[in-house]
Nanobody, 115 residues
Framework: QVQLVESGGGLVQPGGSLRLSCAASGNRFSSAVMNWYRQAPGKQRELVAG???????NYADSVKGRFTISRNNAKNTVYLQMNSLKPEDTAVYYCRSTFLSLTYWGQGTQVTVSS
């Protein structure tokens, strides 16, 4: 069983920045694919960014050039640096871990972009 705990969400003005963190339990973190998803009210959950065990990354078109995903295997933590935030980035952000056929989700952290 892997537990994922997100943190770093909050209220920020348009154009501002936030860094989300997701701390994982267990000893398989370095081998897991880690993803950030988000879900806005009334919308489906969507993939925001992902990072493989080897460090390869991918991003949704809507966040390319603004968001950066990274991982620190020594700390069992994945990060999402979000810059130039827009009101449409407002959502609950979730961390997901995938190792072989096992998938785990965190509880989510709220990000609100508003003036």
């Amino acid at each position: 069983q892997v537990q994922l705990v997100e943190s770093g969400g909050g209220l920020v003005q348009p154009g501002g920045s936030l860094r989300l963190s997701c701390a994982a339990s267990g000893n398989r973190f370095s081998s897991a694919v880690m993803n950030w998803y988000r879900q806005a009210p009334g919308k489906q959950r969507e993939l925001v960014a992902g990072i493989t065990s080897g460090g390869s990354t991918n991003y949704a078109d809507s966040v390319k050039g603004r968001f950066t995903i990274s991982r620190n295997n020594a700390k069992n933590t994945v990060y999402l640096q979000m810059n130039s935030l827009k009101p449409e980035d407002t959502a609950v952000y979730y961390c997901r871990s995938t190792f072989l056929s096992l998938t785990y989700w965190g509880q989510g952290t709220q990000v609100t972009v508003s003036s």
